[in-house]
């Protein structure tokens, strides 16, 4: 198994111009996940999914739009790039049942600055 | 809101000492708590997960402990070695949230 795989690993932007982060799993994970992280900080959550066709916002969605078509593929769409948008970007996702624990599987993640 | 906190920020060790990472979290009503390493550049391994109905974990030199009523974890290494130097990130997942709210980390460096 790849496990979580993400392209590109880096990316510069202009303001102003948008891109697509794209996350892929091959485990037959039901939930997917997008982060940000910046500098010498930890991770918050921008979107997350529970299955295909079902999207929900996490602490940080606003600059960002998410689909999620097919269990394998969650791409994360990042529209009018800015500034405050330069982070490190990872991809994770878990089998996860009600009451059931959450372990979490990580992409290498997407390093992308807008200049 | 959930909120989590990993103090030190940054911590420098000689080789051999054995050693303890701090996390602490504000709401008690957790699910899990996970211990992760990230390398510098690289995503995130996950090391331990505790869940909640659990006192600790223990995976090779690693141990980690969780008390829900004082809202704290710890990491404990024995024996540290230089490639152990990394960052050391915990994270809690709320009761039905199927969501992780992360520490700010605690980078690591163990001296040869």
């Known amino acids: 198994n790849a496990g979580v795989t993400q392209t590109p690993k880096f990316r510069i932007l202009k303001i102003g111009q948008s891109m697509t982060l794209q996350c892929a799993q091959d485990m037959n994970h039901n939930y997917m996940y997008w982060y940000r992280q910046d500098p010498g900080m930890g991770l918050k959550l921008i979107y997350y999914?529970?299955?295909?066709?079902?999207?929900d916002k996490g602490e940080v969605p606003n600059g960002y739009n998410v689909s999620r078509s097919t269990t394998e593929d969650f791409p994360l769409r990042l529209e009018l790039a800015a500034p405050s948008q330069t982070s490190v970007y990872f991809c994770?996702?878990?089998?996860?049942?009600?009451?059931?624990?959450?372990?979490?599987?990580f992409g290498p993640g997407t390093r992308l600055t807008v200049l | 809101k959930q909120e989590v906190t990993q103090i030190p920020a940054a911590l420098s060790v000689p080789e051999g000492e054995n050693l303890v990472l701090n996390c602490s979290f504000t709401?008690?009503?957790?699910?899990?708590l996970q211990w992760f390493r990230q390398d510098p550049g690289k995503g995130l391994t996950s090391l331990l997960l505790i869940q909640s109905s659990q006192r600790e974990q223990t995976s090779g030199r690693l141990n980690a402990s969780l008390d829900k009523s004082s809202g704290r974890s710890t990491l404990y290494i024995a024996a540290s070695q230089p490639g152990d130097s990394a960052t050391y990130l915990c994270a809690v997942e709320g009761q039905g949230a199927q969501k992780l709210v992360f520490g700010q980390g605690t980078r690591l460096t163990i001296n040869p």
């Open positions: 994770a996702s878990s089998y996860s049942l009600v009451f059931s624990y959450n372990e979490q599987f």
């Open positions: 709401d008690s009503a957790i699910y899990n």
């Open positions: 999914s529970v299955g295909a066709g079902i999207t």
